[in-house]
């Protein structure tokens, strides 16, 4: 543990006592020590590992702050700070990181208003209720707001998967322009399609390293987006965008070409156990291809490497030493995943009759662009009047305009009529019965009453999925990724009921969505569920967004017989 980390931890218990209320000495005290420890000449662990006592010469530092030292640096913790940090919400901890919000507002705060989150302290403001408190005013509610909306950004250091995919695609296409170049591909999370990419990992084979190497590097640091050069050398080169995202470049043989791709894509825990497979084999495995002995003897293709170990090849998607391995050895092969041409069609779209930006005409357009055998208008029921929610006459509008429609595509695509129903409070839908038998597709979806209680959201979604009409299960948890935590609700027991009642589970693709997240797709396969992979389209662009729920599918291990969405209106639509 370095300097910068012990003084940070020592900053944050004074926070932590300030919000308690201790004493202003103790308080005082873990402030100072955290001031001198930032700003000490030599590193803390040389000190430990030579004469521990020289501590107590430092200024600020007295014998018990000397043994949380100590103890910090052979440890890695230190008892006390955990008790401390235990022994008030998590979440105030948070507030801190607010700009502007110091331990003092943030003990009024907790202390007035309970609110013990980010996302609390967001709603409260909204509602007013910070500007009464003492020493506060409207302005500094404004001020917190704003600041709120910076940490969101700033913080979020992960990128969507759709902002990654763009500019790797970018700067490959760039890079294809260098005649030295002969393959690129992507590795990394984003071959293996995670929903958050942290950065762009890039290999290059050339045809001739030793010639060839400079002109590629050369190539690749003078691409026009780079904000800066991280790092590079000879065959690796570390660079940051202007839009914020890393790559890393590297630079290898054609020969090593699969086992680079293998060890690149990882992740780490796959890659671990596959090379301790091929130990117990009496192999290497390495980055440069698969030894025995000193002597390479494949690595040239990235299906070699698994089969150095006894397996078929595994897909990028599952390598997440989540059991993959182990089922490879067991079955020697695996099923056929779904795969983006499987797709026969999209279930959650809006239009202008809700909050979406093109007509009905220019999405049904769109969707005939991508060959699909129809598609269902779901714009939002009434009760999302924020969104221009539709009401009754809306929606028999809608209706004769989709039967026009359909007569003139005839043959080219069918309209189906849906409605993306809201779960009110209680659990019932946000249309009467009515319209929704006249439905072919009811998404039921909740947008508001996200944090009730576990108990109750998990009862109000349970009683939403019961009812005869509802269909589609939409965006499950609510998360808007980087941006909106998931709702709490026991998830076992809402996957059982859309199994019970036939209601298809939604993987909605669109990439700050991703819901149902990766890894609950697996858990409720294995329950029985059957699913829809829907682009919840807002816009002629956005049916696009398909290939990502694809790839979530995947990394949760689904077939095409598991997403209804793979097979012909009039097949599919016996499940509800
Ligand atoms: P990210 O960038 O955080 O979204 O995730 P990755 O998986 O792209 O991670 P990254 O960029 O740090 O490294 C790319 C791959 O390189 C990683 O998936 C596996 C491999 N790798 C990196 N570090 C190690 C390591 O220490 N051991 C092993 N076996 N593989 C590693
Ligand atoms: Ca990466
Ligand atoms: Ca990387
Ligand atoms: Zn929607």
């Not at 030579?50 to 913790?77: A, C, F, H, S, Y």
């Amino acid at each position: 543990m370095d300097n910068k980390k012990i003084s940070s931890i020592f900053q944050e218990m004074s926070d932590i006592l300030d919000i308690r209320g201790d004493s202003v000495f103790k308080i005082n005290a873990y402030r100072k020590a955290g001031l001198v420890i930032a700003n000490f000449p030599y590193d803390l662990r040389d000190v430990v590992a030579k004469d521990p006592k020289q501590l107590e010469n430092i200024p600020g530092i007295g014998k018990g702050l000397k043994d949380k030292i100590i103890e910090l640096v052979n440890t890695g913790k230190c008892e006390e700070c955990d008790q401390l940090k235990k022994s008030i919400p998590k979440g105030l901890l948070e507030l801190l990181e607010i700009r502007g919000l110091g331990p003092k507002k943030v003990k009024a705060i907790y202390f007035h208003l309970k609110v013990k989150s980010i996302n609390e302290l967001k709603e409260a403001c909204e509602k007013h209720k910070v500007r009464d408190l003492p020493g506060m005013g409207e302005k500094t509610e404004n001020d917190i707001l704003k600041a709120i909306s910076e940490h969101a950004y700033f913080s979020t250091k992960r990128h969507l998967i759709s902002e990654a995919m763009q500019e790797a695609k970018r700067i490959i296409s760039y890079m294809e322009k260098c005649d030295d170049v002969k393959r690129i591909e992507y590795a990394g999370s984003l071959r293996r399609r995670q929903e958050t990419i942290g950065d762009i990992d890039i290999l290059v084979t050339v045809k001739n390293p030793k010639k060839s190497s400079e002109t590629v590097m050369k190539h690749f640091n003078s691409y026009r987006e780079i904000l800066t050069i991280l790092s590079s050398g000879d065959t690796k080169s570390s660079v940051v965008l202007q839009s914020g995202i890393q790559i890393d470049l590297r630079v290898i043989a054609d020969e090593s070409f699969g086992a680079a791709m293998h060890y690149f894509t990882g992740n780490k825990d796959h890659n671990i156990k596959i090379r301790d497979i091929a130990k117990r084999k009496g192999l290497k495995i390495s980055e440069y291809g698969v030894f025995k002995g000193e002597k390479m003897i494949s690595g040239q293709k990235e299906e070699d490497i698994f089969k150095s170990v006894g397996l078929p090849y595994i897909i990028p998607e599952l390598r997440n030493n989540n059991g993959e391995i182990e089922y490879g050895l067991k079955n020697k092969k695996f099923p056929e995943f779904i795969e983006l041409k499987d797709i026969k069609g999209d279930l959650h779209s809006h239009t202008t009759y809700s909050d979406g930006d093109a007509s009905l005409l220019e999405m049904t357009k769109a969707f005939i662009a991508k060959g699909y055998e129809y598609f269902a208008v779901t714009d939002h029921s009434s009760v999302m009047a924020i969104v221009n929610g539709m009401s009754t006459k809306d929606i028999q509008r809608q209706w004769k305009e989709i039967d026009e429609l359909n007569k003139k595509f005839k043959g080219k695509i069918k309209i189906l009529k849906g409605c993306e129903v809201d779960i009110l409070k209680d659990g019932s839908l946000d249309f009467n019965d009515d319209v929704l038998k006249q439905l072919d597709i009811v998404v039921i979806s909740a947008h508001m009453y996200g944090t009730l209680s576990f108990e109750e959201q998990t009862e109000r979604l349970i009683t939403a999925i019961e009812n005869p009409y509802a269909k589609i299960l939409g965006h499950p948890t609510g998360r808007l990724i980087n941006k909106r935590a998931p709702m709490e609700f026991d998830m076992e027991r809402v996957i059982e009921a859309c199994v019970k009642n036939h209601v298809a589970i939604e993987i909605n693709s669109s990439p700050l969505r991703l819901d149902l997240p990766d890894k609950f797709i697996k858990i409720a396969k294995d329950k029985g569920a059957k699913f829809v992979i829907d682009t919840d389209s807002h816009s002629i662009e956005q049916p696009d967004f398909m290939e990502y729920g694809v790839f979530n599918a995947r990394r949760g291990w689904l077939t095409k017989d598991d997403v209804l969405n793979t097979k012909s209106f009039g097949k599919f639509d016996t499940y509800f």
